[in-house]
């Protein structure tokens, strides 16, 4: 299923270049995540409630066309690499500017983090299922965990 949101851009979110600033994108993304979260019934109480919350190894921004001053955007979520019990995740967030164009392609490797022991987990069922019915990218690849092999 294809998942995105329109956003109008900030004052806040342009450089003196009159473009949005290049941690703008990935704010934009990090927004999209925490929406589809909640779109599929993850809420900021959740985390708390579960003790498990989403954390970053990696994440990788890669421009290819500007967004002026003025422009809103929509930025999409798709799947590119899932663990089996969805402890570890791959997402590819699309960014178009008000045109439709592509002006950005950002990737972030995740997992899920036990807020108590501080280490990786397996989230709860409710946290393993959210990614299953998620828009799959061309690139998909199943995440194969070491003890898994």
Known sequence: MSFTVKFT??????????????TAYND???????????????????FTKEKVGPILFEENTK????????????VNLKIVGLSGKGERWKIQHEVYNSQGKLS????????????VKRKLS??????QT???????????EEIILKSDS
Request: avoid cysteine; proline fraction near 3%; aromatic fraction near 16%.
């Open 9 to 22: 851009t900030r004052w806040a979110d342009f450089d003196a270049n009159i473009h949005m600033r290049h």
């Open 104 to 115: 950005a392609v950002i990737t972030v490797y995740g997992a899920w983090l036990d807020l």
């Open 63 to 74: 421009f290819l066309k500007e967004i002026h001053l003025g422009e809103d955007i929509s």
């Open 28 to 46: 934009y993304a990090a927004e999209a995540r925490l929406r589809y979260f909640n779109e599929y019934g993850i809420t900021i109480h959740d």
């Open 130 to 140: 959210i990614f299953d019915t998620a828009e799959k990218a061309d690139n998909f």
């Open 122 to 127: 397996v989230p709860p069922l409710k946290f």
